[in-house]
């Protein structure tokens, strides 16, 4: 059977694809990279938004247009939030809720007939299928309270990976040629809580630079109560990536209060302030959230002026968007769509300005770059093609260069700032 994969929303989603991916090519079927030659499409939804809800909709109505005779398998957070919407949207022909994704090359495509499998699994390269690098989710569910999130109520409580397993998984996704993986998890910094190891990411990463031969760790979205400063001393190792998404949500506390979040501006500042101090080069992005229910203009203003203070590398701007069982769905002074935009454009206008400025500190230094692959043909004259890839600590960077530099980590000197990316010279 020719399968084709795809997925909207977070790592996690991306990562389940990935694992997903494994498991039709362990099965005996192929994957296509192209929608309209598969027998079957499997959509890994997302429903963090209102918008994102939507998105998947469309997303499964465009696919079934391109490939009416294909089956649509449908599976994640949309399909647990709506899931009678989902069923009769046209070509689904099944549902998989999110407790039984892990089961769902069994549910929908039974084995293949009895072949010779490892040509198959041999083609689960870097970059052939996505990225050059690898996504690992290491836990799934959550047991925070957010009042605006909708995850507890379609992911479920926390629960984690056995450490044993994400070593195995890691050590073979070496072995078949990545230098990169990225932890994923809905709550990452709790990993390990659900048997008793209040440490259990530390003690996870240790075991994974003790004992694989990875080059490059970088871990994914890590809520700030979770870390503490002795946590930054894992960067002592060269090899886990300076780069750290901590969501903020609001810089002002009113609004952190009634968003039920477990921390303050005082302690993220300090937390931050801990971080950078243990980390060089740190790149620190985050979420934030415009127009939740009571955000005055006053409110607004402080958490402007205290995402402006801290420096983000990076922003993920989100209007704030009711979530159907949610507490803040329940909320009075709820703010006017009109009032979202705004506060959304200038919040993104900021993070627009931060982003650029933490990439001019970097021009003319020198970083090891890992090339995810060629994205466009080079201008005449230039002596190459046009490669793109990511620093440690997440500059995306561009290089002409003559040479195969597909999933290569190379030394390249860092020149000029062009289209919102570095420009690139490989040593």
């Given at each position: ?26 099965a ?57 919407e989902?069923a009769?949207l ?13 089961r ?70 070496v072995?078949?040629?990545?230098r ?42 890590l ?54 101090s243990?980390i ?54 709820q703010?006017?769509p009109a009032?979202?935009?705004?506060r ?9 300005r931060m ?56 030394s ?9 990316h ?6």
């Amino acid at each position: 059977m020719r399968v084709y994969l795809t997925f909207l929303g977070c790592r996690v989603n991306e990562s389940e694809i990935e694992s997903l991916g494994r498991d039709f090519l362990r099965a005996g079927h192929r994957l296509v990279t192209d929608p309209a030659q598969a027998d079957l499409v499997v959509v890994n939804t997302c429903t963090v938004t209102g918008e994102a809800g939507r998105k998947s909709r469309r997303l499964i109505r465009r696919l079934h247009r391109i490939n009416p005779r294909a089956d649509l398998a449908v599976t994640g957070c949309h399909v647990e939030a709506a899931w009678e919407e989902v069923a009769v949207l046209p070509g689904v022909r099944w549902l998989v809720g999110n407790a039984d994704k892990e089961r769902l090359v069994e549910i929908v495509a039974p084995p293949a007939a009895p072949m010779d499998r490892e040509p198959l699994l041999r083609d689960w390269r870097p970059g052939r299928w996505g990225h050059t690098r690898a996504f690992v989710k290491v836990q799934d569910g959550c047991d925070n309270r957010c009042t605006f999130c909708v995850t507890t109520l379609v992911r479920g409580t926390g629960r984690s990976r056995p450490l044993a397993d994400v070593v195995r998984e890691v050590q073979a996704l070496v072995e078949a040629g990545y230098r990169e993986v990225v932890l994923t998890g809905i709550h990452l910094g709790s990993y390990g809580h659900d048997w008793g190891d209040r440490q259990g990411l530390r003690h996870l990463v240790e075991a994974l630079l003790t004992d694989t031969d990875l080059l490059r760790l970088r871990l994914s979205s890590l809520e700030p109560w979770d870390l503490d400063e002795a946590f930054f001393r894992l960067w002592e190792s060269p090899r886990l990536c300076p780069h750290l998404h901590l969501p903020l949500q609001s810089g002002c506390d009113a609004t952190l209060r009634r968003m039920a979040r477990r921390t303050t501006t005082a302690r993220y500042r300090r937390l931050v302030e801990a971080a950078r101090s243990a980390i060089p080069d740190l790149a620190l992005t985050t979420d934030i959230i415009v127009g939740f229910p009571g955000e005055t203009e006053e409110a607004f203003r402080r958490s402007y002026d205290f995402v402006a203070e801290i420096g983000f590398a990076k922003l993920h701007v989100f209007p704030y968007s009711p979530r159907p069982g949610t507490a803040a769905a329940r909320m009075a002074d709820q703010v006017p769509p009109a009032v979202k935009v705004a506060r959304g454009r200038a919040m993104r206008h900021l993070g627009e300005r931060m982003a650029r400025a933490f990439r001019e500190r970097f021009l003319g230094r020198t970083l090891p770059v890992l090339w995810e692959g060629a994205v466009e043909p080079s201008e005449p004259g230039e002596g190459g093609r046009r490669w793109e890839g990511l620093t440690p600590n997440y500059l995306r960077v561009v290089a002409v260069h003559p040479d195969d530099l597909h999933n290569a980590i190379t030394s390249t000197r860092l020149v000029a700032l062009q289209n919102g990316h570095l420009v690139g010279e490989v040593a």
